[in-house]
Nanobody, 120 residues
């Protein structure tokens, strides 16, 4: 199996920063795209940022210029640096990865989510 474990969420004041991490483990052969999504109460899950294995990135419009996604392929880890946080960034943040497992099948996997709350 494949597991994704997020960390780094918490409570921060508006204008503050947080850094999320997500580590992949298990029977992994290749990790393709890795990304972050978020879901606020009563809202649909939305794309925050995605990064390919080669380092190309794409961001949701609401976070462009404030958030930065990066990854360390050797550590099977993706990061999300969040700056200039706003109350509307409050949500559960989920890690996502497209993985080809040892043995051949290719699927998308999700982490359990980490809460980010932006409030004074």
């Amino acid at each position: 199996q494949v597991q994704l474990v997020e960390s780094g969420g918490g409570l921060v004041q508006p204008g503050g920063s947080l850094r999320l991490s997500c580590v992949a483990s298990g029977s992994i052969f290749i990790i393709y795209d890795m990304g972050w999504y978020r879901q606020a109460p009563g809202e649909q899950r939305e794309l925050v940022a995605v990064i390919t294995s080669g380092g190309s990135t794409n961001y949701g419009d609401s976070v462009k210029g404030r958030f930065t996604i990066s990854r360390d392929n050797a550590k099977k880890t993706v990061y999300l640096q969040m700056n200039s946080l706003k109350p509307e960034d409050t949500a559960v943040y989920y890690c996502n990865a497209e993985v080809r497992r040892l043995g051949g099948d290719r699927n998308y996997y999700w982490g359990q989510g980490t809460q980010v709350t932006v409030s004074s």
